[in-house]
Nanobody, 120 residues
Framework: QVQLVESGGGLVQPGGSLRLSCAAS????????MGWYRQAPGKQRELVAR???????NYADSVKGRFTISRDNANDRVFLQMNSLKPEDTAVYYC??????????????WGQGTQVTVSS
């Protein structure tokens, strides 16, 4: 019913930048919030950044000052600008949408993930 499509991952050197994009499509009503999570090998999935429909944001402490989350005016697309990348940022990044879907039921939806590798 709902699809999240991510793009922008890849290989980058330490100190470099990447910009991730995620677009929501399918059958849904209101999007309450969208965000980015990441999971490194052997570690728990963690919140990277989140933006609510009203524009409020929150970030993981490890990315504050380096990453910026933003959305388009329709609130169906979210971006993550990643600057000053570190090897510790290497992970699979997942797009998340908190939205009202079929039957106007609120639920979480996930993209398939995009690999970000920071290495020399």
């Amino acid at each position: 019913q709902v699809q999240l499509v991510e793009s922008g991952g890849g290989l980058v050197q330490p100190g470099g930048s990447l910009r991730l994009s995620c677009a929501a499509s399918g059958s849904y009503f209101e999007i309450e919030a969208m965000g980015w999570y990441r999971q490194a090998p052997g570690k728990q999935r963690e919140l990277v950044a989140r933006i609510a429909s009203g524009g409020s944001t929150n970030y993981a402490d490890s990315v504050k000052g380096r990453f910026t989350i933003s959305r388009d005016n329709a609130n169906d697309r979210v971006f993550l600008q990643m600057n000053s990348l570190k090897p510790e940022d290497t992970a699979v990044y997942y797009c998340n949408a908190d939205l009202y879907g079929a039957g106007y039921i609120r639920d979480d939806y996930w993209g398939q993930g995009t690999q970000v590798t920071v290495s020399s």
